[in-house]
Every structure is written in structure tokens, then in C-alpha cells.
């Protein structure tokens, strides 16, 4: 796992841009103007005693002390002396406001205060905002500043975690199965349960997160299926602009915003994200965005991270390039890079022979490929094409195929949808940290790899992009890039390979592995404009919680039943956090949905049971905020288990359970750059993930304007009950009889 720049982290970083210190991120909340002022006041103070006779001494007595044991003449001797010990009391002073800060941010009774017009906050949460305020107020936080401040996640008491499972499958569960749940909860609870919770206190009090380093290994890093499909997601344009149809000239603009949005990364100047303004949120997987990549091994995989890049690798037509993006120690300007990308396009050699298809290596089973890596790529020109693959800052593909947004045609979106989660199943390369996509018309998309981070990083990135693309760079009126060319920009290069028979023979066998895994997949791209987060907010919801119960009843119509429901949560209020998980599925959504089927049932009472469905899913969102969710902390017992080598048949059921609804709001917002207040036609259509189960959906959702949903729903082919048109008419179908009850009962 990737170690933010955290605590006191008085380090450098040397990169082709300069030498980046992380000493002012280091002294948060404290400041390096604060330890000058305190040290020259310290030493006015100290010598004006001498200069008028007093007999007071700022130091208490600690300057005379060390000057016993200094060997120098004064005044340098008292002015060495009267440093150090105003450097000791900085010192004490910061840390004392760092721990202090963590103490206030281990408070989250703000979470669960109520919302709304006519609410106040309690007198709890006013004095936590006072001294939060106090200790930050006159703080320029750099991105890792908080790092330091930020609390561990708390680690659950067993009989909490126990009570809330078994509150959370009550309505996926007749009385018969219920009972026997019960019992198998009670005897793990009173039995072993207590034995793993104990080492998992220990893990907690060592590790600075008792999740993170657990779930990324064992969840991403061990899985030996494909991660095309399986773990990798994907972004969407702002479908309804259309900047530029110029290919290269689209790319370069992405291309340059990339870059600087990895020089803010790396100077720490990007703002880190904070919620209500006030609480940071992790900013530690930030660190891995670019110059990052996924290495395949026979038993698990790794996480590379390396310090630098001046390159992009692009792949076209079957080709790839290495692409330098700076000259003479300067990143080229968009209209160089755009000379750049017209070079590769324009260059008409052909692949070599199984170089077209080499990417399907990283898309198939993870063991044939870290056997391959080894027995083909370890040596000579394949392993250095490798590596510049491997070590560039991201991948760029340029596409040979147009796709676009038609209102008349929605298959079209689905058309591009695909390309972004799967591409063809070889013109990829899944491994990296994200590839940015880039059609034969302009549009563009990405594709990214889940283990080193989150969908809301990669989003923050793309909202960066597609900002700086549209309102810092344009395009001139030919929808060429604009600006300066300062220099020639040096040539790209192409990637040799040496691709033997045996070694094509294990690149058609994983082509062949996601050839069969992305034909199996049904995906539909649903935009729904017949109202959006404005209306939902009339209702007094929570436009999140609102949309879960739609995906709630549209899912009950479509199955005939309720399933376990996967919907990600973020705890990054907490050091290392990543997700928890959150149940919509609850004994008060049920009882709703039921209600809704039910004719007998009046519109009012509808009404109540939504209202209180809304308030239980807002609940359960906010405990897995805090900490207090149930999945992250069974997955750690059972992790627990599979060490000591102990067989639990609790844990075996809870963990094989199939989340057959899998569900994830795609973030927005994280940047100032697009107001779609100002810009509507800016809006993203988000983007999606596979299935996770073989009969079940994936849905990714996002709110994204006050009149606009974008639903994006996968499925498999080779599913008998599922089908992704078909839940997105219900999800459709679903939000409009919301709509008319809320409208029904408002008239009378």
C-alpha cells in the first residue's frame, strides 16, 4: 500500500520538473512562518533581558541550561541556545495542535445531525466547528496535510457488527432461515468470533488502517480472473458537447491537462477534498495516479509505482508508440503534443506479428500472463517495450472507430459504453493505472485499473480534464489546438517486439478468454431527463437514498424477489480509508416496496414508508462513513480465520453471499472547474462497471443536474433472468411512479 506524505514527513521528491519538499505539508496546522516568528521572537525577547536588565526569561530557564554544554563566544552562543529552545516549544506546540486536531476529527456526531431548512445544529457539533475553525483557521493545506491529523478507523465492537447483519438480511430471509441465521450468528458471536475480534484489536492498533491493506490484497491483488470486466471501470465525455472531431487535437489537450494535473499532485497544490467544508477526506491514493501499473505474478499481483515519467505509451492500429511529452525539461504545449499524436497517425507501418493483439495479455487470466512475463518479457527488446509500457505516466489509445450521442438512437451510447469498459479486448492495456481513450471523432473516455484507487480520484482527474480541455485550452475555429510551438517536438517512437510462436499462442489464449468475457456482457446506457436531483430535493430526500429506493422497486419488479444489495461508501475521514459497504435492501425498504405492489395500500402511507426507507438508507450510509458498517469488518474476521486456519460456517455464508444488485453513485463536483449552472451542457454521463455476480446487475449511477440521470446497467448474456434493457425500462418505470405519488398526494 502507498504511503501518503503524512506526520511529519520532512521529505523530498526530485522529479525531471525540480526538487518538490513536503516540509510545510509536514508542520500542518502549524506553519513555517510561525516557527520563524517564534524563534526570532524568542531570541529578541531573550537577548532585549540582557540589553535592559531584566530578570525575565522567555525560555524558563532552557537557553542557560544549553549553554553549559555549547561551545561557542557570545552572542552566538545565546542566540544558538535561545533557537533551540524556541524550536522545542514549536515543536511541543505543533504537535500539540496535530493531536488535537486528530481528537477533533475522531468526533462525528456532525455526520448525523439533521439537515434542511429550519435546522440547527446541536451545541455538541457548534463547539467542535469553533475549535476546528481555531486550530485551522490561518492554515494554507497543502494535498497531504492532513494526512497526519487524519484518525484511524475504528474498529466495531463484535455484538454491533452482529446486530446490524442480522437487522440488514431480515427481509431477504423467510422466518425459517432467519432462525437458523440467528444461530449461526449467536454461535460465532459467543464462540470464535470473539478469539478473531481479539486479534483484529491488535491489527487495529498497530496498522493505520485495519481494511486497506487486507482488501486491496485480497480482493484485487490475489483474484487470478480477468480484471477486464471483472474489476476495471470506466469514464464517460460530457456526452452533449462536442468540442473538437480532430482526433489528435483532442488528445493533446487531455494529454496536457493529465500532466498538469499530475504536477499538482506532485507539488501538492491540489486542493484536498473536504467535506461540509470543514472534515479533509484521505487524500493518500492520490499518489498513484499516474506512473503506475499492475504487475502479474503466479499467486498475486503487485502495485508499481515509479517516481517519474516524461512519457506517454500510445496505442493505434495495432501499433505502439512511445510518446515523449517534454523537451528540454518543459511539458509541450498542446498544440506540440497535437504535432505529435498527427505523427502517429500518420504513420502507416503495420503491426508486427501478434503486436496488434498484446494487450489481450493483461485482459485474460492473471496466472498465463505472469507466466508469459517471465518466459518472454524478462530479456532483450520485449522486456525494454515492456517497461516503457509499464513505467509511462498513462496509457493513450486513438481509436479507429467513431462513437457518439444520438437522442434517437440510445444503442449508441451503449456502443460507447463498451468501448470504454472493454474496448475489444486487446487494445488496452488493462494493467495500467488508467488508459485514456480517445474515438476517431474527438470523443473520450477511460478506462481504469480498481486496485490502487478509487472511482472518485479518477473522477476528480477527469473533472480536471475535461475543464482545462473545454475552458482553459479550446480550440480555434478548424478545431485545432490553440497556442504556441516553441519547439520541434522529438519524434515518437515505435515499440519493437519479439513475439515467438509459443509466445503468440499464449496471447490468443487470453484473447480468447476476454473475447468470451466481453461478448457475455449486456450493457445499457440509460439517460433519464424527466426530472433529476431539483425534484428529488422537493421531496425532502436525499437524492442518493431516493434513487436507491427506485433501484429497490425497480429490481423487486424485475426479479420477482429482494436480493442483497451492494451500494459503495466512502471512509476516507479516516487515515488509508477506502469503501464500506451499505445495504439499501432494509427491513423499511421492503416493507415500501411492498406497499407500492400493494393496491390497497393509500398513496399517503407510500409516502411515510418512503420517507422512513429514506431516513434507515441515509443511516446506514453514514455509519459506513464512520466506520461502523458491517462488510469490511466480517471480511476482516474471516481473513483472520483463514490464517489461524480456522473453518467458520458463518463466514463462509456471509462472505459467498452474491450481491446480485450492485450499485455505486459516481461522484462529481470535486473541482470548481465545471458549473453546470453556468454550462448544463457540460454534464457527464458518468461512468460503469461489469456485473459482479453471474446473475445479477451492475448499476452506476449519477445525479448529475437538477433535470438529468445517468444509469448505466450491466449484466450477462448468459443469464437467463437478467437482462439490462429490460431493468433499465423498470429503473425508468420505477422513477416515474415515485414521481406521480409524491405528485398525487401533494394535490389533495
Known amino acids: 500500500m502507498a504511503e501518503a506524505h503524512s506526520a511529519v514527513a520532512f521529505s523530498f521528491a526530485i522529479t525531471h520538473e525540480g526538487v518538490h519538499n513536503n516540509i510545510r505539508c509536514g508542520v500542518f496546522p502549524a506553519s513555517l512562518s510561525s516557527l520563524a516568528l517564534t524563534v526570532g521572537g524568542y531570541n529578541a525577547m531573550y537577548l532585549s533581558r540582557d540589553l535592559y536588565g531584566t530578570n525575565f526569561d522567555i525560555s524558563l530557564g532552557l537557553a542557560d541550561l544549553l549553554k553549559k554544554h555549547v561551545k561557542l563566544e557570545e552572542p552566538a552562543k545565546g542566540i544558538v541556545c535561545c533557537t533551540a529552545s524556541a524550536f522545542a516549544v514549536w515543536c511541543g ?4 495542535m496535530r493531536y488535537t486536531l486528530r481528537l477533533l476529527y475522531m468526533y462525528k456526531g456532525w455526520m448525523y445531525e439533521a439537515r434542511g431548512r429550519g435546522k440547527t445544529m446541536g451545541k455538541a457539533s457548534k463547539l467542535w466547528v469553533l475549535a476546528l475553525k481555531s486550530l485551522t483557521w490561518f492554515s494554507r493545506p497543502m494535498l497531504y496535510s492532513y494526512q497526519g491529523a487524519l484518525p484511524r478507523l475504528p474498529l466495531p465492537a463484535l455484538d454491533d457488527t452482529m446486530s446490524r447483519y442480522l ?13 437458523r441465521m440467528e444461530k449461526l450468528a449467536h454461535d460465532f458471536q459467543s464462540g470464535i468470533g470473539k478469539k478473531l475480534q481479539r486479534y483484529l484489536v491488535l491489527k487495529s492498533w498497530w496498522a493505520t488502517n485495519y481494511v486497506t491493506d487486507w482488501w486491496e490484497e485480497f480482493v484485487y491483488l490475489r483474484g487470478r480472473s480477468p480484471i477486464m470486466v471483472n474489476s476495471n471501470f470506466y469514464g464517460t465525455d460530457a456526452i452533449l458537447l462536442h468540442p473538437t472531431r480532430i482526433q489528435a487535437a483532442r488528445a493533446a489537450n487531455v494529454t496536457h ?17 473536504m467535506a461540509q467544508n470543514m472534515v479533509p477526506l484521505c487524500s493518500y491514493q492520490y499518489e498513484r495516479t499516474f506512473n503506475t501499473t499492475r504487475i502479474p505474478g503466479i499467486q498475486t499481483d503487485k502495485i508499481v509505482h515509479f517516481s517519474d515519467a516524461t512519457h506517454i505509451a500510445v496505442y493505434h492500429a495495432g501499433r505502439f508508440f512511445k510518446m515523449p511529452c517534454y523537451y528540454k525539461g518543459k511539458l509541450l504545449t498542446p498544440k506540440e503534443l497535437q504535432i505529435q499524436f498527427e505523427r502517429i497517425l500518420a504513420d502507416e507501418s503495420v503491426p508486427e506479428k501478434g503486436e496488434a493483439n498484446l494487450g489481450a495479455l493483461t485482459a485474460g487470466e492473471r496466472k498465463p ?20 509500457i509499464e513505467k509511462s505516466a498513462f496509457v493513450l489509445v486513438l481509436e479507429e472507430d467513431d462513437y457518439d450521442y444520438c437522442e434517437d438512437d440510445p444503442s449508441q451510447l451503449d456502443r460507447f459504453g463498451r468501448a470504454m469498459l472493454h474496448g475489444k479486448g486487446y487494445d488496452r492495456w488493462y494493467d495500467k493505472s488508467f488508459n485514456v481513450i480517445v474515438m476517431k471523432n474527438g470523443r473520450i473516455g477511460f478506462n481504469a485499473e480498481h486496485s490502487w484507487a478509487d472511482a472518485p480520484i479518477m473522477g476528480h482527474m477527469w473533472e480536471f480534464i475535461m475543464g482545462e480541455d473545454i475552458f482553459e485550452y479550446g480550440y480555434d475555429e478548424n478545431g485545432n ?31 480468447r478468454v476476454s473475447e468470451a468475457l466481453l461478448n457475455d456482457v449486456d450493457l445499457r446506457l440509460y439517460m433519464h431527463t424527466a426530472y433529476g436531483k431539483g425534484f428529488m430535493k422537493s421531496c425532502r430526500l436525499s437524492p442518493d437514498a431516493y434513487t436507491q429506493m427506485a433501484l429497490q422497486l425497480a429490481y423487486y419488479r424485475d426479479a420477482g424477489k429482494f436480493n442483497l444489495t451492494y451500494e459503495a461508501s466512502m471512509t476516507r475521514l479516516f487515515r488509508d480509508g477506502r469503501t464500506e459497504t451499505v445495504r439499501p435492501c432494509t427491513i423499511e425498504s421492503s416493507a415500501w416496496v411492498k406497499a407500492m405492489e400493494d393496491k390497497t395500500v393509500s398513496n399517503e402511507d407510500c409516502v411515510s414508508l418512503l420517507k422512513k426507507a429514506c431516513v434507515q438508507h441515509q443511516l446506514g450510509y453514514r455509519d459506513a462513513m464512520c466506520g461502523k458498517g458491517i462488510d469490511r469488518h466480517l471480511f476482516c474476521l474471516y481473513v483472520i480465520s483463514k490464517y489461524l486456519e480456522v473453518d467458520n460456517p458463518f463466514l463462509n455464508e456471509v462472505l459467498s453471499e452474491p450481491w446480485r444488485l450492485s450499485t455505486s453513485q459516481t461522484p462529481h463536483g470535486q473541482t470548481s472547474k465545471m458549473d453546470l449552472s453556468k454550462h448544463p ?6 461512468g460503469g462497471f461489469g456485473p459482479v455476480a453471474d446473475d445479477g446487475y451492475g448499476v452506476s449511477y449519477i445525479i448529475a443536474g437538477e433535470d438529468t440521470l445517468f444509469f448505466h446497467v450491466s449484466s450477462k448474456k448468459s443469464s437467463p433472468v437478467t437482462d439490462s434493457p429490460r431493468f433499465a425500462r423498470q429503473i425508468e418505470k420505477a422513477l416515474a411512479d415515485i414521481k406521480n405519488l409524491f405528485e398525487s398526494v401533494a394535490k389533495k
Open 257 to 273: 491537462a493529465a500532466f498538469l494535473f499530475r504536477r499538482l499532485i506532485d507539488n501538492q497544490q491540489l486542493s484536498p477534498i
Open 681 to 686: 451542457k457540460c454534464i457527464s454521463a458518468g
Open 93 to 96: 506546540v505543533f504537535l500539540f
Open 369 to 388: 500472463w505472469a507466466e508469459a512475463r517471465t518466459k518472454f518479457f524478462s530479456k532483450g527488446i520485449n522486456r525494454s517495450s515492456l517497461e516503457t
Open 167 to 179: 437487522r440488514s438480511v431480515r427481509p431477504l430471509m423467510d422466518d425459517e432461515n432467519y432462525v
Open 481 to 511: 489546438c490553440t497556442g504556441p510551438v516553441n519547439c520541434d517536438p522529438p519524434l515518437p517512437s515505435r515499440l519493437k517486439w519479439e513475439l515467438k510462436q509459443d509466445c503468440l499462442q499464449v496471447i490468443d489464449s487470453s484473447f
